[in-house]
């Protein structure tokens, strides 16, 4: 469709010109990073000619944990309630509540705490995928404050979008750690102590699952298990509250957060490849955060290349091992990013990134830890209610599944700050525009 303009006076003709030159820029600045990224090889997936690794449930193991929650639901059902705890038993959950509580202050502390609980117990895998998800928690909420975001989100944007990312995070410690502190009491004791479940406010779907891990130690089926209940206990609480709809998730910010590829979850670790950057990450990107069912599966590929994927549980215990999370993404990249600002906020953004690496001269990104980007947050009142009502559709994700066939991220994410780099650059061209 031809559009008609209006004839070129003397006083806009120098608008009209640049107005042709915008797009020619934007559309050369994306050949130019998208040549450069294309040039440096990927890390291979896969060995040429192996299979796919592939995470066991085998159908005996489905059977068993089919029967024991069919009996849970209908205990429920039944209004069949758990007895009250004795007075030792009530001293266990109150040092469990209060330990919650302590760890619970921040990013900072909710991933060192599941760090912690790997180290000692490497039967819980879901402690480690919980601490290296939570370390790409705080880098989102550091990104908030670092040096591209805040070109493009206002202050009141950027403030609702850190009360989603902390509510989510922090719910999910607080259903999830007193469970791997209550299997820690359990195995200190040698006793089961999961009848106290309940008493912790976890949802029944929880307790089978608990009770066959301390049977079977079947790590992958526990794994998925708290996958979907920490995925449920989000759902109602933090992606259907009707506040975080309206200030976030129905916004074009959020909309825009997936346009730029800002929902990746990446584990680093180092590549057997000697080409930069140092380490590599392997993961994923999440397409639609608001889908109860694509979480689930994305944390179940996430668990998949963590546990399975050749060379990435490695080398991401050696990175946890080494690197302190501070929230900023200097922690995996220095060479890209600072936790010190190296150029004043106010000054006009200039392109720096050249593929993997900065451009010559250029300053690193500013991306500060989390205790300079953000003040600890008391945790507001936390909803009761049991979301397992229905077995058929939790218990369809409870099932094998492989390791996805491209899962190096390394790419991705230099292209993703592209992208921003390039909204930014492109608004300042804008705003040059109609001044």
């Avoid at 959020?254 to 990450?281: C, Y």
């Avoid at 392109?351 to 991306?367: I, T």
């Avoid at 899962?407 to 780099?421: A, H, N, Q, V």
């Amino acid at each position: 469709m031809r559009v008609n303009l209006p004839p070129k006076s003397k006083n806009n003709q120098g608008f009209y010109g640049k107005m042709r030159g915008l797009p020619g820029a934007v559309v050369q600045l994306v050949k130019q990073q998208a040549a450069k990224l294309m040039t440096f090889s990927e890390h291979a997936d896969h060995e040429n000619g192996s299979s796919t690794p592939v995470i066991e449930i085998p159908p005996a193991t489905q059977a068993r944990l089919e029967k024991a929650l069919h009996q849970q639901i209908s205990l429920q059902h039944g209004g069949v309630t758990s007895p009250s705890p004795t007075f030792q038993e009530q001293q266990i959950v109150e040092q469990i509540v209060a330990q919650t509580s302590l760890h619970n202050r921040n990013n900072v502390t909710r991933t060192q705490a599941y760090w912690a609980c790997y180290r000692d117990f490497p039967e819980l895998h879901w402690a480690l995928l919980a601490h290296m998800v939570s370390r790409n928690g705080g880098w989102c909420m550091t990104d908030l404050r670092g040096e591209l975001l805040p070109h493009l989100l206002n202050n009141e944007a950027t403030e609702h979008l850190f009360a989603f990312l902390e509510r989510a995070n922090a719910l999910i410690f607080q259903d999830a750690y007193p469970q791997l502190l209550l299997y820690a009491e359990s195995k200190r004791r040698k006793l089961n102590l999961f009848h106290l479940l309940p008493h912790l406010h976890i949802s029944a779907w929880m307790l089978p699952i608990w009770q066959d891990f301390w049977l079977y130690q079947d790590t992958a089926l526990l794994t998925l298990g708290l996958i979907v209940n920490e995925q449920h206990y989000v759902e109602e609480r933090v992606v259907q509250n009707p506040i975080y709809k309206q200030t976030v998730l129905n916004t074009p910010q959020f909309k825009t957060q997936a346009w730029l590829q800002l929902n990746q979850v990446g584990f680093p670790f180092r590549s057997a490849s000697k080409d930069p950057p140092k380490p590599h990450l392997a993961g994923l990107i999440l397409e639609n955060f608001k889908n109860l069912s694509e979480r689930i599966e994305f944390g179940k590929s996430l668990y998949a290349i963590l546990f399975r994927a050749p060379g990435i549980l490695q080398g991401a215990i050696a990175f946890a091992t080494s690197t302190p999370h501070t929230g900023s993404r200097s922690d995996y990249w220095p060479h890209l990013f600072a936790r010190i600002r190296k150029t004043p906020p106010d000054l006009k953004y200039q392109e720096r990134l050249d593929g993997y690496s900065l451009k010559k001269g250029a300053a690193p990104f500013y991306s500060p830890p989390l205790q300079s980007a953000w003040p600890d947050r008391p945790l507001a009142t936390v909803e009761r209610g049991d979301w397992f009502t229905d077995l058929d559709e939790p218990l369809q994700h409870m099932q094998s599944f492989a390791v996805p066939v491209s899962y190096d991220l390394t790419r991705e994410m230099c292209l993703g700050i592209s992208k921003i780099e390039l909204a930014v650059l492109s608004a300042q061209a804008i705003k040059k525009l109609i001044r």
